[in-house]
């Protein structure tokens, strides 16, 4: 993730009208490895930021969220942005906006109160008054996003694409992970499959106090005709499903390998099932349940 070529962080403000998709918008940058926080006190801005890049120097940046209802944010930002931008991070607003009749909408289906009501304003007076008090901050937005024809994953690749890039936004991360079935199926997952037909290294007693990471039984298990051919019929699949899912604008897949302890043939297997693309694997001491996550960018 780019940060400014300070080397700030980068700050990103999320802010529009109720009802428009803020929230969602939010949870995208989350995905994205942003520090997120709903309606931060603007005083506090400026610290946050520091205190996020010294604790967690690979951090994306920092998300804010603010809607009409921070009335203590608006008459200071013009202050704030300034010393921000004299820091030398520049602050990107994302606005969202949608049309009045879909506002109007969403607001009678969720049967929630909009949140600048008076009492006895309708909603449509209510969002005229919102309007108003967003207009400053409209006009100084990096990008407006209008959501009225929107649905969340078609939010959800534009924000991504604003943010990563248009070319980087259809990427999709895939975790790999082992497990065994005598602590039970991890939680979440996507797609498990079972991998227990494969020979088990536990009843080789040179092998069993060993794991998965060990060359040995690396080399046992794959000597196994059937581990290749199940290395390739999974890469088969994958290859079939991964366009579809990023279709539907999943940007995260998870699938599990388990054997009956997984200590030793799911990890390798999950090791093994590694796509020859940019990725990051992280070895984990075998115990309970994940073992092995093998993280590739589709």
Known sequence: MAQNPSGK???IIVTGVSGSGRASAMRVLEDLDFYCVDNLPVA???EVLRLAAGLDPSLAGVALGIDARERLFFPQWPR????LENEGVRPEIIFLDASDEVLARRYSESRRPHPLAESGSTVAESIGRERLALAEMRDRASRVIDTTTLTVHELREVVMAMVLGA?????MAISIVSFGYKYGAPVGMDIILDVRFIPN???VPELRPLDGTDPRVRDYVM???DAQKFINETARLLDFLIPLYRREGKSY???ALGCTGGRHRSPVLARASRAPAPQRLRRDRPRRAHLAIARIIA
Do not use: C, K
């Open 9 to 11: 962080p980068r700050l």
């Open 44 to 46: 506090l801005v400026p």
């Open 80 to 83: 704030i942005f300034t010393e």
């Open 167 to 171: 070319a980087a936004a259809s990427r």
């Open 201 to 203: 290294p536990f009843f």
């Open 223 to 225: 000597a196994q005709a």
């Open 253 to 255: 897949l998870t699938v």
